[in-house]
């Protein structure tokens, strides 16, 4: 569900979180970033069970990743950070928020997070064919080809250009564990590695001398990267340099490749290692430069990234059938204002049942003079008077005393009708604040979204208003 302020970003318009879809680079239209409640994260996980884990590391460990799936059956990764790592709230919010806004196709993109109470728990993409360490380390069928390691290397060196270009130059623990591989088998860098102090104790990072990581440690753990898919295994940076500089990369090489790889190609890795682990920070090359001496080296550019993992290919599941649309949900799909106007005026305020309770003693002549505002704003409604409407259903809600989701759902309409869309999805979400699980409040809000040009958020909350609708409708018919 949506939910009312605590679903806003700090310094951000006031428009729902968990709807805030955004473009990628190449049009495609991304999850939206959201603040997710415990609650939601816990039924996702079924709370957090040690069999959802999905990280290497132990329950124990401080920093565990689950995998969850939400109400709307997307899958998820969960990420437990400790609250050591971020005492203030605040500032672990906006770091998740500036984060999330990150979208590439070579990253597992954050899509939220949760703060509540000592809880601190990071949301991302599931990826499901797991980590670049399970398949180096620890695979059973068979080892990545070399085409492949070669397209783990560009790729992620592509991330990395991209979050420096971003103004997110530093990743902690940039190791084999930090690379994930989608459904299509094409590597993508953990999101989870870019907000700070999240460290997991599994790279091979290079601090400066003041303990902190710089972008020039973050090219240094790209080297021992480079290391893991030359050998296939954990090597020392030293000894591996050894090797290197000995000019015999041949012991150096995976031997689960069997030969299987070019030794020119390999040579230029190596070197490109080789220059990451210098001594000397200033003497590495910048992410652009591993960009450019990568990119050359994909001659199997052509071939999908699930045949050189040798994973089956990811075949999307036939849409199931749709429910025919309730008549608020047809009307709000064809943004047809005057059907929902019929409607409203057709549902009276039966909905407001039970969100109001008014003792003997608050029956005040204010409250007389309220609802007499209110039965003047259901006349201007019903009369298309709606300029009028807002102005007596805004005496009714400013005196404050009581709540009614139907007046901010009829407001909002009147707002849609005279041009307003941001105060028709304010009064929206209003109502939705009163009424949680009230379908109208959503559908209101998916009008406004399409009005304000936000369409597939739009296409997002109309369909949450059908489930809630078709909820509400099974549980009104009885098992």
């Known amino acids: 569900m949506g939910c009312c302020q605590s679903s806003f970003f700090p310094g951000k318009d006031h428009r729902p979180a968990r709807n805030r879809a955004r473009p990628s680079n190449n049009g495609e239209v991304l999850p939206a970033f959201s603040e997710f409640s415990l609650s939601d994260l816990k039924s996702a996980t079924n709370n957090f069970a040690s069999d959802h884990i999905v990280s290497e590391v132990g329950h124990n460990a401080p920093n565990v990743v689950y995998k969850g799936r939400l109400h709307n059956r997307h899958w998820i990764a969960v990420k437990k950070v400790t609250t050591i790592a971020w005492p203030d709230p605040k ?25 509540d109470g000592d809880e601190r728990l990071l949301v991302a993409e599931f990826m499901p064919n797991d980590t670049l360490a399970k398949h180096l380390f620890h695979w059973e069928n068979q080892t990545i ?35 994930l591989f989608d459904e299509n088998g094409d590597p993508r860098l953990s999101c989870f590695g870019l907000m700070e102090n999240t ?22 753990s790209f080297g021992t990267l480079l290391l893991d898919l030359l050998s296939g295994k954990h090597i020392p940076p030293n000894h591996a340099l050894d090797m290197i500089r000995g000019k015999n990369i041949l012991p150096l090489m995976d031997s689960h490749l069997e030969g299987n790889f070019s030794t020119e190609e390999a040579t230029v890795v190596s070197d490109l290692a080789s220059q990451c ?30 045949v050189l993992l040798g994973i089956p290919k990811h075949e999307e599941a036939p849409p199931k059938p749709q429910p025919p649309l309730s008549p608020m949900a047809d009307a709000c799909s064809r943004m047809d204002l005057t059907a929902i106007h019929q409607i409203l005026v057709m549902t009276h305020y039966r909905d407001d049942e039970g969100t109001n309770e008014l003792s003997f003693q608050e029956w005040t002549q204010q409250m007389r003079d309220m609802l007499d ?6 006349l201007a409604f019903r009369d298309k008077d709606f300029k009028n409407a807002i102005d007596c259903y805004s005496q009714f809600v400013d005196v404050g005393s009581m709540v009614s989701p139907t007046v901010f759902a009829r407001r909002s309409l009147c707002f849609l009708l005279c041009d307003q869309p941001d105060s028709a999805l304010r009064d929206a979400m209003q109502a939705q604040c009163v009424y949680p699980d009230w379908s109208t409040a959503f559908y209101m809000q998916s009008v406004a979204l399409a009005k304000l040009n936000m369409h597939k958020d739009a296409a997002d909350m109309l369909s949450e208003a059908s ?12 098992p």
């Open 277 to 306: 682990l210098q001594s000397e920070p200033r003497e590495r090359p910048s992410t652009k430069d591993l960009v450019a001496t990568l990119a050359p080296l994909q001659n199997e550019a052509d071939v999908p990234s699930y």
């Open 199 to 220: 460290r997991d104790g599994v790279g091979m990072l290079e601090y400066n001398r003041n303990g902190m990581i710089t972008p020039e440690s973050v090219v240094f």
């Open 467 to 478: 489930a809630l609708e078709e909820k509400r409708v099974r549980g009104c018919r009885g």
């Open 145 to 179: 080809k070399w085409p492949m390691r070669l397209r783990v290397a560009l790729y992620i060196a592509e991330a990395l250009d991209y979050c420096r270009a971003e103004g997110h130059p530093l990743y902690n623990d940039l190791s084999a564990y930090g690379v």
């Open 373 to 378: 505002a209110r039965k003047r704003g259901d």
């Open 91 to 115: 500032q672990f919010a906006e770091d998740a928020w500036g984060v999330g806004k990150l979208r590439h196709t070579r990253i597992a993109k954050l899509i939220g997070y949760c703060c």
